[in-house]
């Protein structure tokens, strides 16, 4: 067992937002008290479980068949802290765990690939020790492998072949501490785990067929990992970025990296070859990017404060075959993902008003931007996800299977607040679907 606090590099207690004001974009800094009492501006901590809202009462399906568990299904994070599972009209509900309390805390809850399974960290308080552990189960909450690990895990992805889930959490190297990228075997049982590499921060994505990682390490370096630890440096000179990205296709890698000491963001082949520069920025921009599921188009930020989150900046789009730009956002660009397929992407403007952190939610369809809704995000999804929404876009789902809803948690102006599903058609209010702070939609 170990120390409670578990050191993390991210949560900002201040945030330099930027407005679009006559065309100009004018800086300004937002002080956001994170909701979480007794968080520290570098610290991941337990925390008792919140009251729960009023809510329908929805009664737990606990024979739900296995194909119905994994298919079009929301996986949520309770008010109470326990983990769930539920239709996007709200029923059906199946609860994967029931006994969340100040001293027992679930996070992360990931579908794999093919949505068949669903992992979570598990924490277990003992006075001033804690208990971490990884859990995965079938989606209809049967078939469970649990393995015991040193520190709690911040972050879980899957493979592509769901055969295999990867986990960041902290570590101890050389008497100081950094973060670990580890891997449990889970159709090998999943009472194993295997160290890849250590540094901080680390980032990381999937190849295609599930057998090596694409990582940028300490702010310094980029290189492919394979199963067994052998390491291939890509490059040593890496710039401000945070997570890579592997196409699907198998044969880009996309990250940012100085060429003759100029910071680019590039399109490489696994040998590390440059195919394509997309853009050049100068040494203090912030990149933030993600490859379409088609691999047509890059969708990236540019954000010129350190400010705590990844992206803050305008959005952009580059198109690979014809190399033409379009930018999408003048206003500050929280977080983006993709449809599946490609073609639309859903982003997040940061909006202030009246002392609050707002997110609008925006939708660019291939031809036009159009608003969805606004909403004040919640405490788990501004602290935990929002940070790093470049590398959760890899492993997290916001977006339904059909492209047809998104999914988000927060509270809406009228102040109702909870798991919110949003249709993008120009008409679909959204709907609350149950009560909680976090959902994911299932791939499949």
């Known amino acids: 067992m170990h120390s409670f606090t578990v050191q993390r590099h991210w949560l900002p207690t201040l945030l330099a937002v930027k407005r679009v004001m006559s ?23 337990i925390q008792p479980p919140a009251a729960p809202a009023e809510t329908p009462e929805v009664a737990p399906d606990t024979a739900l068949d296995p194909s119905v568990a994994s298919t079009n299904r929301l996986v949520v994070i309770g008010e109470d802290g326990n983990l769930f599972t539920v239709n996007p009209d709200g029923s059906t509900r199946l609860d994967l765990t029931t006994d969340a309390g100040s001293a027992h805390y679930y996070s992360q809850p990931t579908w794999s690939s093919s949505g068949e399974r669903i992992g979570w960290a598990e924490l277990a308080r003992s006075g001033d020790e804690v208990i971490s552990a990884v859990v995965t189960s079938r989606a209809d909450g049967t078939d469970r492998t649990r393995l015991e690990v ?35 075997h889970v159709t090998d049982g999943g009472d194993d785990a295997s160290t890849l590499t250590t540094g901080q921060p680390l980032y990381f994505s999937w190849s295609p067929d599930g057998q090596q ?25 890496s710039t401000n970025f945070a997570t890579p990205q592997w196409a699907n296709n198998g044969t880009q890698l996309l990250y940012a990296q100085e060429v003759d000491g100029r910071p680019q963001l590039v399109i490489a082949d696994p040998d590390g070859a440059i195919q394509q520069t997309i853009t050049f ?6 990149l933030n990017f993600s490859l379409s599921p088609d691999s047509k188009q890059v969708a990236y930020t540019e954000t010129d404060e350190q400010i705590g989150l990844n992206s803050l900046g305008p959005l952009f789009l580059f198109d690979l075959e014809n190399e033409e730009f379009q930018q999408i956002s003048s206003e500050p660009v929280v977080a983006f993902f993709w449809r599946p397929g490609g073609g639309a992407l859903l982003f997040m403007s940061a909006e202030i008003e009246a002392g609050e952190f707002w997110l609008r939610l925006r939708l660019w369809d291939g031809e036009e931007t159009r608003d969805l809704s606004r909403f004040v995000p919640s405490p788990t999804l501004i602290q935990q996800y929002l940070p790093f929404a470049d590398q959760y876009a ?13 999914v988000y948690a927060g509270r809406l102006e009228n102040n109702d607040q909870g798991i919110w599903v949003q249709a993008v058609d120009e008409e679909s209010a959204p709907e609350r679907v149950a009560e909680g702070v976090f959902a994911a939609w299932s791939p499949q």
């Open 150 to 184: 040193p520190f709690p895990p911040f972050y879980l992805h899957w493979s592509p072949d769901d055969a295999k889930l990867a986990y960041l959490g902290n570590w101890m190297g050389f008497s100081e501490q950094t973060i670990a990228l580890r891997v449990v």
């Open 281 to 286: 920025v100068n040494g203090e921009t912030v």
């Open 23 to 45: 065309g100009r974009l004018l800086l300004s800094l937002l002080t956001l008290t994170l909701a979480l009492s007794g968080c520290t501006a570098q610290s991941f901590m």
């Open 394 to 406: 890899q492993s997290t789902n916001f977006w339904s299977p059909d492209g047809s809803a998104v």
């Open 213 to 237: 990682l694409l990582t940028h390490i300490g702010d310094t370096r980029t290189a492919l990992i394979a199963l067994d630890g052998t390491e291939t440096s890509l490059t040593e000179t």
